[in-house]
């Protein structure tokens, strides 16, 4: 099928592209290859076609990389010398190797900016690259030394013409043998001050060329105990939403072409990612012919993200690490084998920010919960009348190792306060209540230190081998629910840090 008549017959299904677009601005990620584009008019084709980069290089024995100023310093260009060809797809400003954010409101609007019609209920979105209309971000600060380079840039709002964000970002980009190393700054300058609900965050989105058509994950119970890796096979109609949300119990996904190289996704500390090939093509197709009209000009794509839920806050930076590994599947898996923690004991200190938990409840119940002033050592909020849980981020926990928490915190009560805690297994699409323990937290009205700061109790809990939970041997996300006996009182709360414990 040509693409031509590929996206006459995606543009009949815009009913359902428009249920897709709500679905998306609940869960915060993008699917920009499946959707915009499917809408894009010809001077929006032109536009992006009509594009004349300003690129910066760096490289070294492996690798070739760069990145176009015009585009706000996102990455168009990636090459080893395995694999000379350019492996980042250009298709539009949604795709490249860059920065996406996302943020309240679900409906996102700028006066006076039109909204494309697809993306109606999109949320806040600042896109490195530019916007659905064509539109480039612009880069306002550039440095470079021979295998480093520093960008700085102000992004659009994806479905908005021409509407540059109340945000600045930052990325610098290292070489490393086989390895890029990518660290991304969102600088937060809205004037909106609401604290919205944490939101999927792409850490990056990753799009390569569908030569790139192998999706490589390890998904097992036992990580990093030389278990064999899988090929996950996901291969959707036109149509179908073309992303797999998968936990790699050992951090990392990949996506290779049908030699077997290809690149490599890694995060410290999360295993949640998506993936997956938009491509019109027939599974057959791509493999008797793989390198047909896949270029990085062309429709046809592999997509990867490291995703973790995230409140992003007016006038606060956000800051995260990634690294990108080139090279066979094995030598990928070996090379993150080397950089991860196979502790699988999770750790969390809240003295310098959230660690990645969230705050989860009705919009006015988050309202209350905004962190008390930077420099107080924790994670703080006031839990109102019970309708607030604390959620950790992904992690992967072997229970085998440990099945006691520690936790230090305090809580300004006048009585009693029960503390629930619940954990959640990977593949689990809800906390379940089988799944639970608690405790009462007794300690009330404790007198000020010489700090002035009333002192952090320890409270433990242990999670029993009941429910099924022997047979399962990794922990995903934790809650924890605080309920007050007086369902009126509003509980301050401040936790400093939890951590993992081994059972002797």
């Not at 899988?230 to 072409?257: K, N, T």
């Not at 990634?322 to 699988?344: C, F, P």
Request: charged share 20%.
């Amino acid at each position: 099928m040509s693409k031509r008549i590929f996206w006459q017959d995606f543009y009949t299904r815009r009913a359902w592209l428009s249920w897709c677009a709500a679905a998306m601005s609940a869960c915060g990620c993008s699917f920009r290859q499946l959707m915009g584009n499917a809408y894009a008019q010809d001077d929006i084709r032109q536009r992006v076609r009509a594009h004349r980069p300003e690129m910066r290089w760096i490289e070294n024995e492996s690798i070739k990389l760069g990145v176009d100023l015009n585009l706000g310093g996102a990455i168009t260009w990636l090459s080893t010398r395995h694999h000379p060809e350019n492996m980042v797809n250009n298709w539009d400003w949604g795709r490249q190797i860059q920065m996406s954010f996302y943020a309240g409101p679900a409906k996102f609007r700028v006066d006076g900016k039109e909204v494309a019609p697809a993306w109606a209920d999109f949320p806040w979105n600042p896109v490195q690259a530019g916007d659905h209309f064509g539109n480039a971000s612009k880069t306002i600060a550039f440095e470079q030394d021979k295998h480093s380079l520093k960008v700085t840039a102000i992004p659009m709002q994806w479905s908005l013409n021409n509407a540059p964000c109340e945000c600045q970002i930052v990325s610098i980009i290292q070489l490393d043998g086989h390895q890029v190393r990518i660290i991304n700054q969102l600088e937060n300058q809205r004037r909106d001050a609401t604290f919205y609900p944490a939101r999927d965050q792409e850490l990056p989105a990753v799009y390569l060329t569908g030569n790139f058509n192998r999706l490589i994950s390890y998904r097992g119970q036992a990580p990093w105990t030389h278990e064999a890796w899988e090929e996950i096979e996901h291969h959707p109609q036109p149509g179908e939403f073309p992303w797999l949300r998968l936990y790699g119990s050992e951090g990392w996904i990949a996506l290779v072409d049908q030699t077997g190289y290809g690149c490599g996704l890694w995060q410290a500390n999360n295993p949640t990612f998506l993936g997956g090939i938009a491509d019109h093509r027939g599974v057959k197709e791509r493999r008797e012919s793989p390198r047909s009209g896949v270029g990085t000009h062309d429709f046809p794509t592999g997509y990867l993200a490291s995703v973790r839920p995230e409140h992003l806050e007016a006038g606060k930076s956000y800051v995260y690490e990634t690294r990108l590994v080139l090279g066979s599947i094995d030598e990928i898996r070996s090379t993150i084998s080397k950089m991860a923690d196979q502790s699988g004991l999770p750790d969390w200190s809240f003295e310098k920010d959230r660690n990645g938990w969230t705050w989860q409840g009705s919009q006015g119940a988050l309202q209350a919960c905004k962190p008390l002033p930077e420099g107080k050592g924790g994670l703080s909020g006031i839990v109102t009348c019970g309708e607030v849980n604390l959620v950790s981020p992904p992690c992967v926990w072997q229970l085998a190792k440990s099945r006691r928490l520690t936790a230090s915190l305090q809580l300004d009560s006048t009585q009693p306060v029960r503390l629930d805690l619940y954990w959640q297994h990977p593949g689990d699409r809800e906390f379940m209540p089988g799944q639970m323990v608690s405790t009462m937290f007794r300690k009330v009205n404790q007198s000020p230190n010489e700090t002035g700061i009333p002192g952090f109790e320890q409270i433990e809990w242990e999670l029993p081998e009941t429910n099924g939970i022997a047979e399962k041997a990794l922990v995903s996300r934790l809650r924890i629910s605080f309920a007050p006996t007086d369902r009126s009182m509003h509980l301050p709360v401040k936790i400093q840090s939890i951590r993992a414990m081994t059972v002797q």
